[in-house]
């Protein structure tokens, strides 16, 4: 069983945890970053990236975060392939343990363990994602220029990605389980005076239909819930909008968390409520949700924990 000794502790490896990486490195804070499940976190399922600043040219996701992980490593970040298991915040230095058995004691840690969207668990659904099926309709909804797409669910995100996609999308479709959304009513009635949008209510997706040469959505199979009839529906783009889940399950009971299970970070900056643990990118944020916004609360991260660790001498 190994042991490691850092001043900063980084769990994650999307842009919010590479970021810090970066900073703190090159604060000569000698950070440890532990990779976990996903390296390179959410960007390596997705292609075509288009809104991430400094390049003029479309890049791809999984192209983007090699060249962050090989910025992180060149700077000095000390990177390492394995997952946290527990962590104990009650005292510094922290104690944070690995899945492989490792352990960390760590005078700060900045927690960037990121959300994952949720998604219908259908077959079909799996099939189709990246071609035609997205959980993002800022990084995707562009590819949908003139096109039909659906939107599924019925709370805010659902609302704010169907307004969203109307600036690309030529007709979009909310379908949603229940017969009134869970949106806020301001975000509603926005929705229901934009001409573009039509919604199907009490309809739940039975199958996602598409081509296989060239892979591709044309449509849906949904289902009333109260008579079970079919619907076929013709669209061109999935947006699978009912929720993202934090991966907080870690740190509960060690930090407080909010009603979503959302890291609560103090307004304006990333600290949490225990000293010397901070927490960047989605796993704090379930507003923005962008590769930029999270990298620059990494860089937020790091720079909180470097004052940290300067007060505490
Ligand atoms: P994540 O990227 O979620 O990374 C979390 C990291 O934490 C992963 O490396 C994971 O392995 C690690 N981790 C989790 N649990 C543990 C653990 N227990 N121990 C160790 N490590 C752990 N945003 C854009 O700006 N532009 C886009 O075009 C775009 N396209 C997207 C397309 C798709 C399909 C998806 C799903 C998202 C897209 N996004 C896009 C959103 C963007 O990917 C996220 O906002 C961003 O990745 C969040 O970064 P993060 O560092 O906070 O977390
Ligand atoms: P959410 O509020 O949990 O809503 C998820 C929606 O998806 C619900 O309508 C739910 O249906 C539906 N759903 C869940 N699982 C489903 C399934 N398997 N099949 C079909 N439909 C399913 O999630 P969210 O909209 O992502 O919002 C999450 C949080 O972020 C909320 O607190 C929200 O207010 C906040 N948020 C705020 C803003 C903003 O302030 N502008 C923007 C986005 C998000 P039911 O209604 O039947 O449960």
Redesign the pocket.
């Known amino acids: 069983m190994s042991e490691h000794h850092t001043k900063v502790l980084i769990?994650?490896?999307?842009?919010?945890?590479?970021t810090a990486a970066v900073y703190a490195a090159r604060a000569n804070l000698k950070p440890i970053l532990?990779?976990?499940?996903?390296?390179?976190?959410?960007?390596m399922?997705?292609t075509?990236?288009?809104?991430?600043p400094g390049f003029a040219e479309v890049i791809q996701?999984p192209w983007l975060m090699e060249q962050m992980k090989v910025q992180a490593a060149h700077v000095g970040a000390i990177l390492m392939s394995?997952?946290?298991?527990s962590v104990d915040f009650s005292k510094r230095p922290f104690k944070v343990i690995?899945e492989s058995g490792a352990v960390f004691m760590a005078e700060a840690v900045i927690i960037?363990?990121?959300?994952?969207?949720k998604w219908l668990e259908i077959p079909s659904e799996n099939k189709f994602r990246?071609y035609g099926v997205?959980?993002?309709a800022?990084?995707?909804g562009f590819f949908y220029r003139g096109k039909k797409v659906a939107v599924i669910g019925g709370g805010n995100t659902a609302v704010e990605e169907a307004m969203y996609l109307t600036n690309h999308a030529s007709e979009v479709t909310v379908i949603h389980r229940r017969a009134k959304f869970k949106a806020e009513k301001i975000l509603q009635d926005r929705l229901f005076n934009n001409p573009k949008i039509k919604v199907i209510w009490n309809h739940k997706v039975e199958e996602i239909v598409g081509t296989e040469e060239p892979k591709s959505v044309t449509g849906l199979k949904l289902t009333n819930v109260s008579t079970n009839e079919v619907l076929e529906l013709l669209v061109d783009g999935v947006f699978i909008a009912i929720g993202h889940r934090p991966?907080t399950d870690?740190f509960k009971g060690q930090i407080t968390l909010d009603e979503h299970g959302y890291i609560a970070a103090k307004l304006g900056c990333t600290e949490t409520n225990i000293p010397g643990v901070f927490a960047?990118?989605?796993?704090q944020?379930k507003v923005y949700?962008?590769?930029?916004?999270?990298?620059g609360?990494?860089c937020m991260a790091a720079l909180d924990a470097e004052r940290f660790l300067a007060a505490k001498g």
């Open positions: 769990i994650g490896s999307g842009p919010a945890g590479y532990v990779q976990g499940i996903q390296p390179g976190g959410q960007l399922i997705t075509d990236v288009e809104n991430y996701g394995d997952t946290i298991k690995g960037a363990t990121g959300a994952q969207a990246g997205s959980g993002c800022t990084c995707d991966m870690l960047a990118g989605d796993v944020d949700r962008q590769a930029v916004t999270a990298a609360q990494g």
